[in-house]
């Protein structure tokens, strides 16, 4: 699994794995959300925001979603667990107040929840938020001058795949848990992100892996 450390591409060198949240059980199945957020990431680079401006911007089309599933997928899980994560039909709806169009289908291992999701999933504002994951080398952004400096222990806005008031938009959760329908820039690089996945609980018992309950 998925290691904190201070240089995110060693991994595997620590002995502190990633936690995750079950939202759901379906058949054989259970959808899971990182507990903390691993990792703070646009929604698209700005040099695609600034070559594509004007041509709307949508969970289909987005690099976050390339770096979870090219990238972020490889770096989090062995060949063991990869096996384990089941490729998922994402509908992503079009914004519930602003009707901003949600884009095509998309088929995923790794995925960001939608604003249906994140207010199915979670009872009230105060289980929503999230931390970064502690000693994972992040780029650090003061968002209120000589007030108040984010870190790893504070909480951090993150992404949700669903379109915000306009195509240049991404909607978000809000650092206090609040749902943020008419989300933030997309090549704004101070929104982190929390993956989610279907596990298939029988291939868990196939490769001999074990889910264990946080105490």
Request: hydrophobic content about 35%; overall charge negative; proline content about 3%.
């Amino acid at each position: 699994m998925y290691f904190h450390h201070n240089n995110i591409y060693d991994v595997y060198y620590d002995n502190n794995p990633l936690k995750w949240l079950v939202l759901e059980q379906r058949g054989g199945k259970i959808l899971l959300l990182s507990l903390q957020s691993v990792n703070i990431l646009s929604f698209v680079s700005r040099e695609e925001y600034y070559e594509q401006k004007g041509n709307g911007f949508t969970w289909e089309n987005s690099a976050i979603r390339e770096y979870l599933n090219q990238e972020l997928l490889y770096l989090m899980f062995q060949q063991d667990e990869l096996s384990c994560i089941s490729e998922t039909d994402v509908q992503t709806a079009d914004n519930p107040i602003y009707g901003t169009d949600g884009g095509e289908d998309t088929t995923d291992y790794l995925f960001l929840l939608s604003i249906e999701e994140a207010q199915k999933y979670f009872a009230s504002d105060f289980e929503r938020r999230t931390q970064i994951v502690p000693d994972v080398e992040l780029p650090q952004y003061d968002l209120m001058p000589n007030q108040h400096y984010l870190n790893t222990t504070d909480y951090y806005d993150w992404w949700l795949r669903s379109p915000g008031e306009s195509s240049e938009k991404a909607a978000c959760v809000g650092r206090f848990g609040d749902i943020m329908m008419e989300g933030q820039w997309v090549a704004t690089e101070e929104v982190s992100i929390r993956p989610a996945m279907w596990i298939d609980l029988n291939k868990v018992k196939e490769v001999g892996l074990e889910i264990t309950e946080a105490e």
